[in-house]
């Protein structure tokens, strides 16, 4: 029996006024979420051959749960971190249910060097602790650098800082199987190595925290 249009949209509203609204009237990550897991849901009992209506519905409605869930959860991680990287430098951003920390190196390292400054511990001790707060997410920790050198040492150079910012945080009792280092060295730029504050911009390191759900 094919699954209409129309089943799919009951499931996946089902989920989002089971998220609940926001305060504007605005559609949440959280409901947005919810959305896109009763669409799947929805789609896999498809592709499955569930022959019974009422199994897909409810596989959409568990699906947009399981993705207001996630992110809720990383609603309430996001707010976190923003308050306690204000004023620090870090920057955070949001691409999705991901959360993205970028730590310009002239506040974590020395020029060159790959150990991380001792005025920044506290700022990882503290983002150690929202992290150990919210222990379903796996981290991705990424170096970059400009293209002042050759391509060896940069590359070189990030996955030492990399490393170094795992090493300090697994010290601070984040679960090391949690991270995964990696170095890129100049072949990811986000601005223009023609210029002093391009350079500055490319030489980051950045954490990537995904929910272990994806």
Do not use: W
């Not at 959409?60 to 308050?83: C, F, H, K, P, S």
């Amino acid at each position: 029996m094919k699954i209409s249009m129309r089943t799919l949209l009951i499931g996946a509203v089902s989920a989002a006024m089971m998220a609940g609204c926001s305060p504007t009237g605005e559609m949440t990550r959280a409901q947005q979420g919810a959305i896109i897991g009763a669409l799947g849901g929805a789609v896999v009992g498809k592709n499955t051959g569930d022959k019974d209506r009422g199994h897909t519905i409810a596989g959409a409605v568990v699906g947009g749960i399981a993705g207001a869930a996630i992110g809720n959860y990383m609603d309430q991680q996001e707010a976190a971190l923003r308050q306690q990287m204000q004023g620090t430098g870090v920057e955070v951003t949001r691409q999705d249910n991901n959360i993205i920390l970028t730590m310009p190196d002239a506040i974590t390292f020395d020029f060159g060097r790959a150990d991380v400054k001792p005025q920044f511990y506290g700022v990882l001790n503290n983002l150690a602790t929202t992290l150990n707060q919210f222990p379903e997410t796996r981290l991705q920790i990424a170096g970059h650098t400009d293209n002042v050198g050759s391509d060896a040492s940069n590359l070189q150079l990030s996955q030492q800082r990399a490393n170094s910012v795992r090493t300090y945080l697994a010290s601070t009792g984040v679960a090391a199987q949690r991270m995964q280092a990696v170095g890129y060295g100049e072949s990811r730029p986000v601005a223009d190595n023609g210029s002093d504050y391009g350079r500055a911009q490319n030489r980051r390191v950045e954490i990537t925290l995904i929910p272990v759900q994806q």
